[in-house]
């Protein structure tokens, strides 16, 4: 267990980001970098997200990742030489205990929330465990993810809100979510990029409108959340997988300096 992690998150308003997916060793290295760099001008402490197989995709054609063995090297070298806390998704119950083994935090995506093997597979690695909550749950829902987790003896989990689904190519944020899962006495982490998400709407993938994320980071401030998740992408628009959601790297510092402001 990585307890001294956790109880560090716990305590302070925290910082989850990179690029959505592993695009590259020298991409990762090089946004891990400048990203930690941003963090420890400000003083916040950090996490690094990155995803070595996003299994979600909108189409059979769209890009999953650089896969599990090649994923963690590369995750592992970022870890090696910015001394920083990781996390990435687990898909399936059988990566949870090789990613374990690289990783600080295990991250259950948001539609794989139910998924009771998943998650107590997570749990029993004894590592820091973030669930997303479904797009189709509401806050009060997630209590019955955490308790899966807690069976396993693990009290270490992070909640996620990224927002609602109804369908039609869009996604609603109720912010009553942040304190309702706060309420089952863990941390509450906004997924910022996610929830402008446009699932599906650009027909066989994803698109997005970052231009409200810094609205919804703000609105989250306000209420209370402990934590923040930003995708961030030097390029966007050259992005693998969710460019149009995605912060610019050059614009992540103001974005940081205007939510902090108002924690």
Not at 47 to 69: C, H, L, P, Q, W
Not at 222 to 227: E, L, P, R, T
Not at 230 to 249: C, K, R, T, W
């Amino acid at each position: 267990m990585n307890l001294a992690l956790y109880e560090a998150l716990r305590n302070s308003r925290f910082l989850i980001a990179g690029p959505c997916v592993i695009e590259g060793e020298k991409m990762i290295l090089h946004h891990a970098e400048r990203i930690a760099a941003i963090a420890q001008d400000l003083k916040i402490p950090f996490v690094f997200k990155a995803s070595f197989d996003k299994a979600n995709r909108t189409s059979i054609t769209g890009y999953r990742g650089s896969g599990m063995e090649e994923g963690l090297k590369i995750l592992a070298k970022v870890k090696k030489e910015f001394g920083l806390a990781i996390t990435t998704d687990i898909h399936e119950s059988w990566q949870a205990a090789p990613v374990a083994e690289v990783v600080d935090i295990l991250q259950i995506p948001a539609f794989l929330c139910r998924q009771t093997d998943l998650l107590l597979s997570a749990g029993d690695t004894g590592k820091i465990v973030n669930v997303k909550k479904g797009q189709f749950l509401s806050g009060k829902d997630m209590l019955y993810a955490v308790k899966k987790i807690e069976s396993t003896g693990n009290y270490q989990i992070i909640l996620t809100e990224r927002g609602n689904m109804f369908g039609y190519n869009n996604l609603i944020v109720d912010f009553r979510n942040i304190p309702d899962m706060q309420t089952f006495g863990y941390p509450v982490v906004m997924d910022v990029t996610h929830s402008t998400q446009q699932p599906g709407g650009l027909g066989g993938k994803s698109g997005g409108n970052r231009e409200y994320g810094i609205y919804l980071a703000k609105a989250a401030a306000a209420v209370g959340v402990n934590g923040f998740f930003f995708e961030v992408h030097q390029n966007p628009e050259e992005a693998f997988s969710d460019g149009p959601n995605m912060i610019y790297l050059d614009t992540f510092r103001e974005i940081l300096q205007t939510v902090w402001k108002i924690i």
